[in-house]
């Protein structure tokens, strides 16, 4: 009988876990990133974007074309890889590469957006910022290092660039915009969005009984950061249910034409974004439903997509994009539901004082081990966003957080392995160095942030730090040029 308590214990933990993250303000942030993705994927030509990452593009250029390049295509940890490994082999530049590997799957908009909601904007901020400055740095250190390797390697592949002029039509920034303000309306919390404007209140008896029943069904502990299953959680996870199953036969081969449950399920979707956006307070004999700032915009937002999407697009545009948002909803959504479930409980299992000990505070040990945790425990986009806020949860600084976010794309040993096989033993372990380095200090720049340094003196620090790298970077340059002088009349000869 213990036993089987235990497993309802642990069960309950899971299924808390999983019905905060299934809760209105995570589907607000999700179902759009999923489009988004989509529409980068599918209406952005990525030569657009590819073409600025080879040896003729100005550094100035090519650094934040690489830098960028991760949210431009939607690159999440799980398809970085190969990604990093064809350009590389087209012919762009180590150094851009290596940028691009880095920073992609820290900016890529499931993976922002998402962090931003669950652990706050402002580490999320931070995770930007800080990868594209440190995958820059990065960058620029491996392509001094490598020089030489590296230019033996492009004069042979390296003109498989510059080629294309493919560039980003207006249009598909009009519709891209939609679906960021759409997933800006769905998240951001200011009175506008969140004021209730009117009130309907509907007849239901008994939901407020409903709601005791879910309440010993998965109790929760709020102390934890545990939030329990709501009746409104309970119609969102009914509609994703409906949503998976009229999408598996109206998307799974949209690019071939729609059927009529490619409607059914785009009609799902827009009245769960409605649903997940309205207030729904059940009490005695009814049901209050306040309209709200979120549903009066997301509303008209999805009726602008609409009519964008059906004067501006030709059908088989859309159905490719249609087909790629399902596409990164079938390769990610099913990894969320296990890992948070999983996230539930596991949480079991920690004690706070084990994460107050390793990971309490912000100092090099503490966000060396967020780094480490990174390398032997990988999880794919949106499933380490979960296991962050566990941590979270559970007492550890935010600093070693954000080292561990940093990290975790890129150390895993899988990752590492295979960088390996791309490039080489040497420069992946150099690389790899590098990488920990970094992320142990942006955690403690973070970490000081929060524990109240001015943001004035911060910045300061980062500006010297970068001044000390562009002088280092300057004379490694000069060096290798001195170098080259020196060896070009013994090779002429």
């Not at 030509?45 to 080879?54: C, M, N, Y």
């Not at 970068?466 to 002088?485: D, F, P, Y």
Request: glycine fraction near 10%.
């Amino acid at each position: 009988m213990h036993i089987l308590n235990q497993i309802l214990g642990l069960l309950q933990g899971g299924a808390g876990s999983l019905a905060a993250y299934l809760a209105a303000h995570v589907l607000l942030c999700l179902l759009p990133a999923f489009f988004i993705a989509g529409a980068l994927s599918a209406l952005v030509p990525k030569e657009a974007v590819t073409r600025f990452l080879g040896p003729r593009a100005p550094k100035i250029v090519s650094y934040p074309a690489a830098a960028l390049g991760g949210f431009v295509l939607a690159v999440c940890s799980c398809t970085i890889l190969p990604l990093f490994a064809s350009i590389h082999k087209k012919g762009a530049g180590l150094g851009p590469a290596i940028t691009f590997l880095f920073v992609g799957p820290a900016i890529n908009i499931l993976a922002l957006s998402y962090t931003g909601v669950a652990l706050g904007m402002d580490i999320a901020v931070a995770r930007l910022v800080l990868s594209i400055l440190f995958g820059i740095g990065i960058g620029l250190i491996m392509a001094l290092i490598f020089a030489r390797d590296d230019a033996a390697r492009l004069e042979s592949n390296g003109a498989a660039f510059g080629a294309s002029s493919a560039r980003i039509e207006g249009r598909v920034w009009i519709f891209l915009g939609l679906l960021l303000a759409l997933l800006i309306v769905g998240t951001l919390q200011i009175p506008l969005l969140t004021n209730a404007y009117g009130e309907v209140t509907l007849p239901i008896a008994g939901l407020d009984r409903v709601q005791e029943t879910l309440n010993r069904w998965v109790p929760f502990d709020a102390s934890r950061g545990e939030e329990g299953v709501s009746v409104q959680g309970v119609m969102l996870i009914g509609l994703l249910g409906l949503i998976g199953l009229t999408a598996w036969r109206g998307l799974n081969r949209v690019d071939e034409g729609y059927n009529r449950w490619t409607w059914a399920s785009l009609g799902l979707i827009a009245a769960t974004l409605v649903v997940a956006a309205v207030g729904m307070t059940p009490h005695g004999a009814a049901l209050d439903i306040r309209i709200t700032g979120k549903m009066i915009g997301a509303a008209l937002l999805m009726g602008g997509l609409w009519f964008v999407g059906r004067r501006m697009f030709e059908d088989y545009e859309i159905q490719e994009f249609l087909w790629e948002t399902w596409r990164f909803v079938k390769a990610i959504f099913p990894l969320l539901i296990v890992g948070v479930f999983a996230v539930g409980i596991v949480r079991q299992f920690i004690r706070p004082e084990w994460i107050q000990a390793l990971a309490g505070s912000n100092n090099v040990l503490a966000n060396f081990v967020g780094v480490v945790f990174g390398v032997f425990m990988y999880f794919p986009t949106l499933v380490e966003v979960p296991i962050a806020n566990m941590f979270l949860g559970l007492g550890m600084h935010r600093g070693p957080l954000l080292a561990y976010l940093m990290s975790d794309p890129e150390l895993s040993l899988q990752s590492i392995l295979i960088t390996a096989r791309v490039i080489g033993k040497v420069k992946a372990w150099v690389y790899v160095a590098w990488v920990a380095l970094f992320s142990t200090l942006a955690g403690l720049l973070y970490g000081a942030w929060v524990d109240g340094l001015s943001l004035w003196i911060l910045a300061a620090y980062v500006a010297g730090g970068i001044a000390v790298l562009a002088v280092a970077l300057a004379i490694m340059r000069a060096r290798e040029e001195r170098h080259a002088r020196i060896e070009a009349p013994q090779q002429a000869r």
